[in-house]
């Protein structure tokens, strides 16, 4: 029979709040993280990275904040609206030596705005 | 700039049979990826090329599972004989100089009956 799958966390938030999205990484030697957002039927899409030489990061209405300490990532989202109901993954790369690296995926995090 | 470009959308396939999904880089880009999502194991990085050289293939689950970049401008993944747990939406993405500024294709929903 077919396999239960795997409920992702939810997160829901009225139309205007900030959205806090939060990611535990796994590799202390991971250099690179980057949240990217999915939509239905889409890819992932790039929203925001950090290199781990920095504590925080600023976009557009997106921030993330980098806690090496406790190896903890945030997304956090200002005056959130319907367009940005979606999952939300974050991302670590961990370095190869000279091959470059790969990165590793978190479980994800479905946001849901209500309008 | 198109993006990345992955064919067919959609694939039903019967078990045993072979299935061979396509991947088209961004112009540039030096490095492909082939990652497989399903709800029970997310995003898994199954296999990545740098210059059309395939450096990672430790995520390709198993034999019946193979990959080829033959140029720059074009990937292929090939699953041969597939089963019904195949059954996922993969993924292409490419980028240039390794994780930074990956680009993801829209994938390619497999089933397997």
């Known amino acids: 029979g077919e396999s239960v799958g795997l409920h992702l966390p939810t997160l829901s938030v009225q139309e205007g709040d900030n959205s806090i999205i939060n990611c535990a990484y796994s590799?202390?030697?991971?250099?690179?993280f980057i949240w990217y957002k999915q939509e239905s039927g889409k890819g992932p899409q790039f929203i925001i990275d950090i290199r781990s030489n920095m504590d925080k990061r600023q976009g557009q209405r997106v921030t993330v904040l980098l806690n090496k300490t406790v190896k903890h990532l945030s997304l956090q989202i200002a005056a959130t609206q319907p367009g940005d109901s979606a999952v939300y993954f974050c991302a670590e790369n961990m370095p190869r030596g000279d091959q470059g690296g790969k990165l590793i995926f978190g479980q994800g995090t479905e946001l849901s705005v209500k309008p | 700039d198109a993006g990345v470009i992955q064919s067919p959308r959609h694939e039903v396939t019967e078990m045993g049979q072979e299935v061979t999904l396509r991947c088209k880089p961004i112009s540039g880009h030096d490095y492909l990826f082939w990652y497989r999502q399903t709800m029970m194991r997310g995003l898994e990085l199954l296999i990545y090329?740098?210059?059309?050289?395939?450096?990672?293939d430790s995520g390709m689950p198993e034999d019946r599972f193979s990959a080829k970049m033959p140029n720059a401008s074009f990937s292929t993944l090939k699953i041969q004989p597939s089963e019904p747990r195949d059954s996922a939406v993969y993924f292409c993405?490419?980028?240039?100089?390794?994780?930074?500024?990956?680009?993801f294709g829209s994938g390619t929903r497999l089933t397997v009956v």
């Open positions: 090329f740098n210059n059309n050289v395939p450096i990672d």
């Open positions: 993405a490419s980028s240039l100089a390794g994780a930074y500024g990956y680009t």
């Open positions: 590799n202390s030697a991971s250099d690179y």
